[in-house]
């Protein structure tokens, strides 16, 4: 068999070409996606395995299926189907042809709510499904953490759990019929009592009766037990259900096409109990009590999990609503009402309370809190990928199972387990159901790693078969441990196994090396010797990441944050074209293949590689949001740097990446800028502008300053002078205002002094004495996001020399454009790293809201009373905060309607460049423009990014406002008030 599985992968490898052609002909092209980048972006799933597909198609229907099937039986190709690829187990990727089910086949059929179910194709995701159900009061029971962007037909493929099967069980509980195709074309649909074919029926009957013993006792013997094929539900006693027995089966014996699934009613109001316990050995002990409770979830995690979320940007202060402990348990409650909800809490919380005494616990009410909670929950898939000293951990031994009540003994072994082989894991999991999820610091690189790997997972297999459970638990076996299957299961139940895989596959066309016929555990792994054979030194220092660009490229592990599609702000260009190359996790596979200098071998030249990063439009929010803190926009940066080293640049890279020093030259004078902006007004000239600079032409083209910022701030008079009764203290015993150091970017300088101007007024009025950097400067934020970083350093290098008096006198640098701030706080210390200047301008660097928000004098401001919809610069709400500024709009009366998509769509240069207006108009419509078209005209509509702010006028018919505006307008209505004063009174005027 393993010659066969063999001779099917150099077949597929050889007529790779002739597969694609075969496709093409009888599919439509858009469908068949056979060029180099997709290929590369589908090497991997969620696991550490990496196999380039032949091609990849994205099916329309069940008619696309059964062509796809007829090519791969005709050519001798595998098929692999795959739904969200968060496979951990390597379930999803295949070396020949991989169905992707997430684009078109992801239509909801139909929702009974008197039956209680559901038909759905198979690329459903879990979240659309449970949303659809919530109009009826009801849900799908099981829920990955994966299940924003996780699919059923993927949830079908691995028998996924999740938090909640404690109370509503396994996928395989709650689906109800199969339909699908087998890999000869016959159609299936199998339930209770039939696979739908009597042939395959009767031959099933028989595989049943010949081996009922182990079907009896080693199979189903707790809820948590999915290695190997459920074949325990085709036993009289279950009801020969075959589409149970199918659940799990990871698309080796069938290929489903529609899932008709159970829906159970979803308890009108939750709470969540957390309990704290001295040790998560303790957790694991009091998970098997809870879980007889009247409970929705028993989740347990360790220290290690908090220690290493703490690690990541922006979650220092990460768990410090946990109850105290080392070890703990989520616990969600449910009921008609919150009376009845909080007496479930009260009664587990007492039972608790008896049997652990040392058990600490808090019930949790805010639901924005319980959010927060289960978000720590929830990334722990991404979070375990990084001890919390930044080593690395990788999936392998990621979900085994053992009966409940032998966890703690289970997990006290294989930490011992653990320690004899030197290993360090992060462990979390579904503790009320026996389920450990763990990731450990390998050594995948090397092949004595490798080595040392398959001797630990061939340990823990023993170890996991000795406390009577199974070596996975929710994730399915696919290709980590598919292998260690003989050693839970004797030869009876292997033979059992290939008979099943025989009935509806006999020529292994379907997902070949999983299940039956095994590949290699460490076959074939993503990380392995060869994976950084183009690595190099980078420009950026990647401090998190030990200067290896590899190691950076490395940190994604392929759980799929970046694919969910109705929140979050990770990844706009995703969520606008739904294309996997288009995801952070394509585009990382794609750098990964360039660097491994196989599938991609032009390396740094690589066409393939600059084609998914194209639509990247470097928002940073994966920097933040993905729980192992991808920075694509830093890779990407990188990559442009040396795919045009010595080489030509797109036009848009001359223009707009210069664009500082084409500013600088056409306001050397106020009337060489105005008449250059009535040339660029009139069409026929912009259309010319706009071809040579490789504009998009469906742009508007931006004005320049007449006068500049810098040139009004020197030729107004002395400001008039406005003190607070701070500001006349001060005055009045002889010392100076305080000075702040008003950072004149490009935007603001050149573009839109707006801003700058009220900024320069309020600061005034609030008692500082503002000033300007000596001599032009920039943050070099356009070289960097067009990758070219010689220019970067150099501008950055000239800012620090200009601030240096500056920053010997520990002056505030006050910066209004959130991207330059980011620039100069995040990026400049890593551009300059052996540069202390650029460390001590990080902690300089201020935004207006920060600066307003700690000032401890008299409030000058009124109160505006107004709506607004917010845009928050896409780099601030990754890199910085909003809550200065969600602070200071309060005491302005602003309320605040924040738009939650992210960036707005034109990120600088991206939606300026010819070939993104598309892309940049699906990020707008997501929320950002139908909120600006449905606000009141007296609503305000704020956006501190200047890009944000174009984007706003040039998409709908509304002006957005920076704060430094707001604030301004907010002077006239002021008054000398304390802070916390009540509003009203007269500003004072000297």
């Known amino acids: 068999m393993v010659v066969r599985r063999e001779q099917a992968r150099a077949a597929a490898g050889d007529n790779a070409r002739e597969v694609i052609e075969r496709l093409r002909r009888v599919l439509p092209a858009e469908v068949v996606r056979g060029d180099a980048t997709t290929r590369a972006a589908y090497v991997s799933d969620g696991s550490v395995f990496r196999i380039p597909p032949s091609a990849v198609v994205l099916p329309r229907d069940a008619d696309d299926v059964a062509r796809v099937l007829e090519v791969a039986r005709e050519s001798r190709t595998p098929v692999t189907a795959r739904g969200g690829g968060t496979s951990i187990a390597g379930n999803a990727i295949g070396e020949g042809i991989v169905l992707d089910f997430s684009r078109h086949m992801d239509r909801i059929v139909s929702i009974d709510p008197g039956t209680r179910t559901a038909v759905v194709q198979p690329g459903v995701v879990l979240d659309d499904l449970r949303a659809a159900a919530a109009a009826h009061g009801l849900t799908f029971g099981p829920d990955p953490s994966t299940h924003s962007r996780c ?13 909640h099967s404690v109370r509503w069980g396994t996928t395989a509980d709650n689906v109800i019929g199969l339909r699908g195709l087998l890999a000869d074309g016959r159609a299936i649909d199998a339930g209770r009592g039939s696979s739908g074919d009597p042939d395959i029926d009767d031959r099933l009957r028989r595989l049943r009766d010949r081996h009922l013993v182990p079907l009896r006792t080693e199979l189903g013997r707790f809820s948590r037990q999915v290695s ?55 957790a694991a002990t009091a998970a098997a009590d809870v879980a007889r409770c009247d409970v929705l979830t028993v989740e347990g995690m360790a220290r290690d999990l908090i220690d290493a979320l703490r690690t990541r940007p922006g979650r220092e202060q990460a768990g410090g609503e946990l109850p105290p402990g080392d070890g703990w348990l989520y616990c969600e409650v449910g009921g008609a009402d919150t009376e009845q909800a909080m007496a479930a809490a009260r009664a587990v919380t007492a039972l608790v309370a008896e049997r652990f005494p040392a058990a600490s616990a808090r019930v949790v009410t805010d639901p924005a809190q319980a959010r927060a909670l289960w978000a720590i929950r929830e990334a722990g898939a991404g979070i375990a990928a990084r001890m919390a000293d930044g080593g690395e951990a990788w999936a392998g031994w990621e979900d085994s199972a053992v009966p409940v009540g032998a966890l703690a003994d289970y997990l006290r072994d294989l930490y011992r387990l653990m320690d004899s082989h030197g290993l360090r894991g992060i462990p979390y999991g579904h503790f009320g159901e026996g389920c450990l999820h763990l990731r450990c610091d390998y050594d995948l690189h090397t092949e004595h790693g490798l080595a040392a790997y398959r001797a630990f997972m061939a340990d823990a297999a023993d170890l996991v078969a000795a406390h009577g459970g199974s070596v996975s638990g929710e994730h399915g076996d696919g290709r980590a441990r598919s292998e260690l299957l003989p050693r839970m299961y004797g030869p009876q139940t292997l033979a059992a196994f290939a008979a099943f895989k025989e009935v509806f596959d006999p020529e292994r066309l379907l997902n070949p090396g999983v299940l039956v016929d095994p590949a290699p555990l460490d076959a074939e792994v993503r990380p392995g010797p060869g994976h950084d054979r183009l690595d190099l030194v980078p420009v950026h220092a990647l401090s998190g990441d030990g200067g290896s660009f590899a190691r950076a490229v490395g940190r994604c592990v392929g759980v799929g944050s970046c694919r969910t599609l109705h929140a979050g702000s990770m990844c706009p260009s995703f969520k606008a074209t739904r294309d996997e190359v288009h995801s952070t996790r394509g585009r990382a596979r794609v750098l990964a293949e360039m660097l491994r200098g196989q599938t991609l071998p032009r390396g740094w030249r690589s066409t393939e590689v600059r084609d998914a990063l194209d639509l990247c439009l470097s928002c940073k929010a994966c920097a933040t949001a993905c729980p192992v803190n991808v920075d694509m926009a830093t890779y990407k940066a990188e990559f442009l740097h040396r795919h045009y080293a010595w080489r030509p640049r797109p036009l848009a890279h001359l223009s707009m990446g210069w664009l500082p020093v084409w500013s600088r030259l056409v306001t050397v004078a106020a009337p060489v800028a105005r008449a250059v902006n009535a040339l660029t007004a009139r069409p026929g000239v912009a259309a010319l502008v706009k071809r040579i600079a490789g504009i998009e032409p469906r742009r508007e ?105 500056a920053l010997a006198a ?31 301008l990080a902690r300089l660097v201020t935004t207006l809201a920060e600066l307003v928000d700690a000032h401890d004098g008299p409030w000058p401001f009124g109160d505006l009373d107004i709506d607004a919809v917010t845009q928050i ?66 609503d ?42 009540p509003s009203g009174g007269t500003r004072e005027e000297t």
Request: aromatic share 6%.
């Open 940 to 981: 305000l509509v704020l956006a501190d990014g200047f890009s944000c702010r174009t984007q706003i006028a040039q998409g709908t018919d509304r002006r957005a406002r920076h704060l430094a505006e707001v604030l301004h307008a907010a002077l006239r209505a002021g008054g000398d008030r304390g802070p916390g004063a």
């Open 873 to 938: 610069h896409c780099h601030q709400e990754a890199k910085g905060s909003f809550d200065a500024d969600l602070r200071v709009l309060g005491r302005l009366r602003v309320r605040s309607d924040r738009i939650g998509s992210g960036c707005c769509g034109l990120a600088g240069n991206f939606g300026f460049e010819r070939g993104h207006w598309e892309v940049s108009q699906a990020c707008a419509e997501r929320e950002l423009y139908p909120k600006v078209r449905a606000a009141a005209r007296e």
């Open 151 to 163: 699919t059923i037909g993927g949830m079908i493929g691995n028998n996924a759990c999740g938090p």
């Open 701 to 805: 083209m931006i004005g320049f300053a007449a006068p500049t910022l810098r040139r009004w701030m020197g030729r107004r008079p002395s400001p008039q002078k406005i003190y607070n009764v701070k500001a006349a203290a001060q005055e009045a015993t002889s010392l100076s205002p305080r000075t702040v150091v008003l950072w004149p970017d490009t935007f603001t300088n050149f573009h839109d002094p707006g801003p700058g101007r009220a900024a320069v007024e309020v600061l005034e009025t609030l008692g500082y004495r503002v000033e300007l950097p000596r001599g032009p400067v920039c943050c070099g934020l356009t070289w960097h996001s067009t990758g070219q970083l010689g220019p970067a350093r150099r501008a950055l290098r000239g800012a620090l020399r200009a601030l240096e008096e």
């Open 810 to 840: 520990d002056r505030p640098v006050l910066v209004l454009e959130p991207s330059c701030a980011v620039m100069l706080r995040e990026e400049a210390r890593e551009l300059l790293p052996d540069d202390p200047r650029a460390h001590r």
């Open 228 to 282: 190997g094929y459920g074949l325990h539900h085709l036993l009289p006693e279950n009801g020969f259900d075959v589409a149970k027995a199918l659940v799990g089966s990871e698309s080796t014996c069938a290929v489903v096409t529609e899932a008709t699934v159970r829906l159970v009613p979803s308890p009108p109001v939750r709470l969540l109990v957390v309990f704290g316990f001295p040790d998560v050995f303790e």
